[in-house]
């Protein structure tokens, strides 16, 4: 059965930095895209990063462009998305999606699979 849990959310001031990890289980990983995804309160999921099954490609939405870097370790079937320069609007829970595919982008309907979420605040 396909798992995803992310992890490693929290109350972050301005200016700060994050971790975000999304672990993977009951599946092929390196066989699957990932991609990250965000929602706040009264607003739609939207996608933050994506990337392919190698590592090589990914992608940013112009809000986290230059902030935000997604890596993935397929030998530890983990995502991370690192997250600097955090902002009140970065704030939201955040997602991680599965795709059977070598590469997506940021539209959730490209997603199958999600996990339940990590909660990010961004306040001082």
């Known amino acids: 059965q396909l798992q995803l849990v992310e992890s490693g959310g929290g109350l972050v001031q301005p200016g700060g930095s994050l971790r975000l990890s999304c672990a993977a289980s009951?599946?092929?990983?390196?066989?699957?895209?990932i991609g990250w995804f965000r929602q706040a309160p009264g607003k739609e999921r939207e996608g933050v990063s994506s990337?392919?099954?190698?590592?090589?490609?990914?992608n940013y939405a112009d809000s986290v462009l230059g902030r935000f870097t997604i890596l993935r370790d397929n030998a530890k079937n983990t995502v991370y998305l690192k997250m600097n320069s955090l902002k009140p609007e970065d704030t939201a829970i955040y997602y991680c999606?599965?795709?059977?595919?070598?590469?997506?982008?940021?539209?959730?309907?490209?997603?199958?699979?999600w996990g339940q979420g990590t909660q990010v605040t961004v306040s001082s």
């Open positions: 999606g599965a795709a059977y595919s070598s590469s997506r982008g940021l539209s959730r309907h490209e997603y199958d699979d």
């Open positions: 009951g599946f092929t990983f390196d066989l699957y895209a």
């Open positions: 990337i392919s099954t190698s590592g090589s490609g990914t």
